[in-house]
């Protein structure tokens, strides 16, 4: 049978965040195309989603690969259903600037913000001419404020696609399309796993709620960038950190 749902384009989508994103999206009546370079966890997703009645593609990408990308887009299923672009890959980085190497550096900022980057330029096009969309790209907290843990290169890469975001935003509101960005704090994902016990409980503490985010959490605030109740949004970093951070 022919399908009239609207498409969305999920990228890290099968980690905590990514997976938790296409979820609330799949549930907001959307068909989904997920996009990782993990080919087993985006089946286990797209097995799940596909259980909520949801047309849902699975395409393992590199997201540093200009060619990759552009041909997945290219092939899209439902290319003209394209309504949004939800970019949750990346990567963490802890230490100092003498801790990371030229190669954790390009890494990091590829993953990130050449990734966004690519998928905005593959995307935005399409949706141009699909009658608009909205672009919800996922930083950080520690891309909006000083951070003490995470080094330079995560740094920069999450304060980029900020940056990416509202000139994106600028560019596209003519065209229908919305461009906004989240910055979370810390999300209960296997991503934690990069840090001590002493280290988590150090955080945990200095977070005002007391407590870390469930992806769910942040996955709903995307939910509500991507929806016609953010019609008049765009250019804007919402911060979902608990507290940690203010302005």
Same mark, same amino acid.
């Given at each position: ?112 913000? +050449? ?5 905005? /330029?593959? *995307?935005? #096009?399409?949706?141009? @001419?699909?009658?608009? !969309?909205?672009? =919800? ?66 955080? +945990? ?5 007391? /407590?870390? *985010?469930? #992806?769910?959490?942040? @996955?709903?605030?995307? !939910?509500?960038? =991507? ?21």
């Amino acid at each position: 049978m022919q399908t009239s749902r609207p498409v969305a384009v999920v990228t890290g989508a099968s980690g905590g965040l990514g997976a938790a994103c296409a979820r609330v999206l799949a549930d907001d009546g959307y068909d989904i195309e997920l996009l990782d370079r993990d080919g087993p966890g985006l089946k286990s997703v797209a097995d799940e989603l596909g259980r909520t009645g949801a047309t849902v593609g699975a395409h393992t990408v590199d997201l540093l690969d200009s060619d990759a990308v552009t041909a997945v887009f290219d092939g899209l299923p439902g290319r003209d259903r394209l309504r949004a672009l939800v970019n949750v890959a990346g990567l963490i980085s802890l230490g100092t600037i003498t801790d990371i190497t030229t190669e954790d550096w390009d890494r990091v900022l590829g993953v990130k913000l +050449r990734g966004d980057f690519l998928t905005c /330029r593959a *995307a935005i #096009p399409i949706m141009t @001419a699909n009658g608009g !969309g909205a672009v =919800v790209n996922c930083s950080s907290m520690s891309g909006r404020t000083k951070s003490v843990l995470t080094a330079p290169n995560y740094v920069a890469s999450n304060s980029g696609v900020i940056g990416l975001t509202m000139s994106l935003a600028n560019q596209h509101a003519a065209d229908g399309v919305r461009v906004n960005c989240v910055a979370p704090g810390m999300i209960d994902t296997p991503m934690l796993e990069a840090y001590t016990t002493e280290q988590l409980a150090g955080i +945990r503490a200095a977070v005002p709620l007391g /407590r870390f *985010a469930d #992806p769910a959490e942040i @996955a709903a605030v995307v !939910g509500f960038l =991507v929806s016609d109740r953010a019609s008049y949004v765009t250019g804007e970093t919402i911060n979902v950190n608990g507290g940690m951070f203010m302005v």
